[in-house]
Nanobody, 124 residues
Framework: QVQLVESGGGLVQAGDSLRLSCAAS????????MAWFRRAPGKEREFVAG????????DYADSVKGRFTISRDNAKNTVYLQMHSLKPEDTAVYYC?????????????????WGQGTQVTVSS
């Protein structure tokens, strides 16, 4: 089992920055491909960014490329999502997810573990 706990969400204005953290516990963190998803009101959960164990394979949704950066610290069992130039359309509950894989995985149903989510609200 892997337990994931997100933090760092909040209410910000358009153009602001925010950093989300996801602390993992349980099995060996470095064995897992980690990702951030988000779910906006009335929409499906969507892939935001993912990173493999070494940080050598990173993938982003087109909507966040150039604005968001995913990173991980295996020594701290933590994955981060640095968000810049936030827009109102970034408003959503952001979830951290983990999957035992070495490859990019963008489909939510394929993930093994999920955090409880953290709300990000961007006002215009």
């Amino acid at each position: 089992q892997v337990q994931l706990v997100e933090s760092g969400g909040g209410l910000v204005q358009a153009g602001d920055s925010l950093r989300l953290s996801c602390a993992a516990s349980g099995r060996t963190f470095s064995n897992y491909y980690m990702a951030w998803f988000r779910r906006a009101p009335g929409k499906e959960r969507e892939f935001v960014a993912g990173i493999n164990w070494s940080g050598g394979i990173i993938d982003y949704a087109d909507s966040v490329k150039g604005r968001f950066t995913i990173s991980r610290d295996n020594a701290k069992n933590t994955v981060y999502l640095q968000m810049h130039s936030l827009k109102p359309e970034d408003t959503a509950v952001y979830y951290c997810a983990a999957k035992s894989s070495t490859q990019v995985v963008t489909i939510a149903a394929r993930y093994d573990y999920w955090g409880q989510g953290t709300q990000v609200t961007v006002s215009s």
